[in-house]
């Protein structure tokens, strides 16, 4: 499936860690303004996938990657490129909250300081404030603001998460499981608050649960075995694959 401007494309993509293959020839363009969800059994590649969109598996000493990944048609893995900027470009929400041990409001200052996105106090406070609201976390937090952000519930640190990921301005955020480790109104917290950012964000999401893919995604990539089986409109997916394990693995004959 192709797109006439997509944000990011993959081009015979493939991972190794060591001498094992992960991800095997992945090619895939990932769309402006839209969730595109990526589902598939444990351990068939999805989040290895999801990590080379912004050089994450760098930090992995035997990992290797090949292939081609551009956004807005750059190479991200080209020599020149600015692996900071990148993943300020190209932020990153993981499947445990991890927010610093710093307050709130530090927590979302911090990407903007190091930038240099702010040149004032009450700069930086805007940028903090409009981040907590577009997480829809501001009433929550907004007299406690130098509380630690560990401090927080579950959902609530995750939110935080998401608010330090857009406070820098991204144009992709890759959310790795965000909602694995919450309760179901946590959860369905998150997914009406990925519905509320998209449109101003292309969004990847990894995700081990279908009723979620098919909730909050309009596209749906399925991965197994290491390998993109299928890619379309999540609606085609889920009711009308054309691939054979597709359909298996959506009617849960495996997974």
Known sequence: ???AQPKMTARDVSVFYGPKQAVKSVTIDVPTDEVTAFIG???????TFLRTLNRMNDTIPAARVEGQIALDGEDIYSAGMD???LRARVGMVFQKPNPFPKSIFENVAYGPRIHGLARHKSD???IVQRSLKRAGLWDEVKDRLSDSGTALSGGQQQ???IARAIAVDPEVILMDEPC???DPIATARIEEL???LRGNYAIVIVTHNMQQAARVSQRTAFFHLGQLVEYDATDTIFTAPKEARTKDYITGRYG
């Open 1 to 3: 499936m192709t797109f």
């Open 41 to 47: 059994p444990s351990g068939c590649g999805k989040s």
């Open 83 to 85: 692996v900071v900027q």
């Open 124 to 126: 930086l406070e805007a």
């Open 159 to 161: 939110r935080l998460c």
């Open 180 to 182: 694995s480790a919450l």
């Open 194 to 196: 990925i519905a509320e």
